[in-house]
């Protein structure tokens, strides 16, 4: 039972265009969300986050929105580089006594930029 | 500035042998947590701690052990190698301190069982 979807095990973009990366969740009880960016033999790192009480979070070229109705999430990276490409996974928990320690992880989904 | 170190990089061990996969953090973070990653598959939760001297079961915990007696280290035991254990072992460690969630992971061991 995967809690946490990513359908697209792939993407294909042009550089300084937009990427747009989706994930769906089932649970209604997670109240935070991650993505993380995996570089091949290199361990994930924190791309941004964004709680549940929010729709919208934006951190540079990085914007994460949460459509909660649908259950739904997206990663928009403007202009995607050729840095960008990697492994993007799509995480969440939720908050038990002030942390949350159980993450919950897509399958993750391959983002190549092309120059 | 090292972060998360994970020991070793690549291991293949035989059905039935036994190995310790070896994590240690210097950000002073109490949580720790062990994950495996199978090809085409997300991250799945094994072991975690919130502090020395405290472990708790994740999603996948059976053919594993963890212990964790100082802040800085968290092994991850196999005890019976099974060809169902190769994969990639990711470590990662957060802070109650810092915001949270957020999971500093090591570089991964690539395990194989033949």
């Known amino acids: 039972d995967q809690q946490v979807k990513q359908n697209s095990p792939s993407l294909s973009v042009q550089e300084g265009r937009i990427s747009i990366l989706n994930c769906d969740y089932t649970n209604s009880m997670f109240d935070y969300f991650l993505w993380y960016k995996k570089y091949p033999a290199e361990g994930p790192t924190f791309l941004i986050s964004i709680s549940s009480i929010k729709d919208k979070n934006e951190d540079g070229r990085f914007t994460v929105f949460l459509n909660k109705s649908a259950k739904h999430l997206s990663l928009h990276i403007v202009p995607s580089q050729p840095g960008d490409s990697a492994v993007y996974f799509c995480a969440a928990a939720t908050v038990y006594g002030g942390a949350t320690n159980k993450l919950i992880f897509g399958t993750g989904t391959l983002l190549a930029v092309q120059p | 500035n090292a972060g998360v170190t994970q020991t070793p990089k690549f291991r293949i061990l035989k059905i039935g042998q036994s190995m310790t996969l070896q994590c240690t953090q210097d950000?002073?973070?109490?949580?720790m947590y062990w994950y495996r990653q199978d090809p085409g598959m997300g991250l799945k939760l094994i072991y975690y701690?919130?502090?020395?001297?405290?472990?708790d079961k994740g999603e996948v915990p059976n053919g594993y052990n963890v212990s964790r007696s100082t802040t800085e280290d968290f092994p991850l035991r196999l005890e019976l190698a099974a060809p169902s254990q190769t994969s990639v072992y990711f470590c990662?460690?957060?802070?109650?301190?810092?915001?949270?969630?957020?999971?500093?992971f090591g570089a991964g061991t690539r395990l194989s069982v033949l």
């Open positions: 950000m002073n973070h109490n949580y």
């Open positions: 701690s919130v502090g020395a001297g405290i472990t």
């Open positions: 990662a460690s957060s802070s109650d301190r810092e915001a949270k969630n957020i999971q500093y």
